[in-house]
């Protein structure tokens, strides 16, 4: 509104003089005002003469939230300042406020009470300053909550429907003010929930989860504030599994190139059946599983060994698993992996227990040594001897090599004492180190 609009008529008045002059003809003429009665009209409140601030701030709004209440406006372009007022809401009317106090004095057009009680409405009201002291009229008052409080929880949550698309579910609303329903699920009744989605009306379908998995499902309401409601009653629901169900990929865990030995192993979801693996290989990833020369093997397990060729370019080599349902339904390929190269190791050692010399004959016995998924199995051991102690490969007078875990050694002259000491051989071709020695004294 211009300062003009706003002009009092007794101001007017009061600072102009009107001089009527008879013409000739009889008519009366207004003499123009003065430079002093105009200035007079550029405010209309006697205390606050030349008053710029004419109008409250435009604009002004009033939001609740949970953490605060949240003022703005339109700046005007002559304030400096905001005064912001706030009065307790005692009804609905809009005289129904106690005494407004003044909250704060800001220099933006935006002020978040975050110190208003939680659940008591609030009557608020702005007006502008400038430097010069003058303050503009107060704006219309609105109300607003700092509002903690949850919506009512949704009740009879049902599963309206599974089929191979997903859990369809369907609840009420609980006569809250809900304005949006949040979904969570968890895959037992102890474990931790999952957000799946959220909706504004009373039915979701979920469409994420696992096919054939059961999960336990939970709906929570939502205010306009943020503020979430308790759980309603929970319900399980599975996503059906059909002909046309593909398995989820493959987790290739496990993927080690020890020398020439490459070893994979993955594992699989368990709620559609699969009935075979195939690896694929590339020197590129993702490995590309549509073009045939990329195909490895084919295996029924959940882990694949081979033995690769002896050229270094055997170590670039990227590798994905795909699963394959009895219905010929692939799935997607596992992440494409790099084996770890490292080089191979021997086996470890074994220890001989037993030493029972007879007729011209010893008897050995030792400990088996076991070997881990990604080690080389053990193929045998070798047994040294020599008739001199501290026998060792390189001085040893004999050697046999078994794939038993005990040796009789015939044929030996009695009363000569031989020592002993056995390794364990690998399919990698290493050895061991040597058991500790052992000797034994053949009898006549």
Do not use: C
């Not at 003089?17 to 003809?25: I, K, Q, R, S």
């Not at 699963?323 to 790099?338: H, L, Q, R």
């Not at 080089?343 to 007729?359: L, W």
């Amino acid at each position: 509104m211009s300062p003009r609009s706003r002009l009092r008529p007794t101001a007017v008045a009061s600072a102009t003089l009107v001089v009527l002059a008879l013409g000739l003809t009889g008519t009366a003429h207004a003499a123009a005002p003065t430079a002093a009665a105009s200035a007079a009209r550029t405010g209309d409140d006697p205390d606050q003469p030349d008053n710029p601030l004419y109008d409250a701030p435009e604009g002004f709004s009033v939001g609740d939230g949970r953490e605060a209440v949240s003022l703005s406006w339109s700046p005007l372009s002559a304030a400096t300042a905001y005064e912001v007022y706030r009065a307790e809401a005692e009804g609905t009317g809009p005289d129904e406020v106690g005494p407004y106090e003044r909250l704060a004095t800001v220099r933006t057009s935006s002020y978040a009470d975050s110190a208003a009680d939680p659940d008591v409405a609030y009557a608020y009201k702005v007006r502008a300053l400038d430097d010069a002291g003058h303050v503009s009229p107060y704006t219309e008052p609105l109300r607003g909550t700092r509002d903690t409080v949850a919506p009512f929880a949704p009740r009879d949550l049902t599963r309206a429907r599974e089929d191979e698309r997903g859990v369809t579910l369907a609840w009420r609303s609980g006569d809250s003010d809900a304005v949006k329903y949040v979904v969570y699920r968890a895959e037992s009744l102890n474990s931790s929930r999952v957000k799946v989605g959220s909706t504004s009306t009373l039915t979701f379908r979920d469409t994420k989860g696992d096919p054939g998995r059961t999960y336990h499902y939970e709906v929570r309401g939502v205010d306009a504030v943020g503020n979430e409601s308790e759980a309603s009653n929970t319900v399980t629901g599975t996503k059906s599994v059909t002909a046309s169900t593909a398995p989820k990929a493959p987790a290739l865990d496990n993927a080690q190139l020890v020398g020439r030995r490459l070893t994979l192993s993955w594992s699989q979801s368990p709620y559609v059946p699969v009935a075979s693996y195939t690896i694929y290989r590339s020197r590129t990833s993702p490995v590309d599983i549509t073009d045939p020369a990329n195909r490895v093997a084919t295996t029924t397990s959940k882990g694949y060994t081979a033995t690769v060729g002896e050229g270094d370019g055997e170590r670039d080599y990227y590798y994905a698993v795909v699963a394959t349902s009895p219905y010929s339904v692939s799935s997607p390929a596992s992440a494409s992996v790099k084996p770890t190269y490292s080089e191979p190791r021997p086996p470890g050692a074994t220890e001989v227990y037993d030493v029972t010399p007879g007729a011209g004959t010893v008897r050995l016995s030792w400990f088996g040594v076991p070997y881990g998924s990604d080690e080389a199995r053990v193929t045998g051991y070798r047994v040294y001897r020599s008739t001199n102690p501290q026998v060792t490969k390189e001085n040893a007078e004999f050697s046999h090599v078994t794939d038993s875990t005990e040796y009789v050694d015939r044929g030996l002259a009695s009363g000569t004492t031989y020592y002993y000491a056995v390794a364990t051989l690998n399919e990698d071709g290493l050895e061991s180190a040597l058991s500790p020695e052992v000797s034994a004294t053949p009898s006549a």
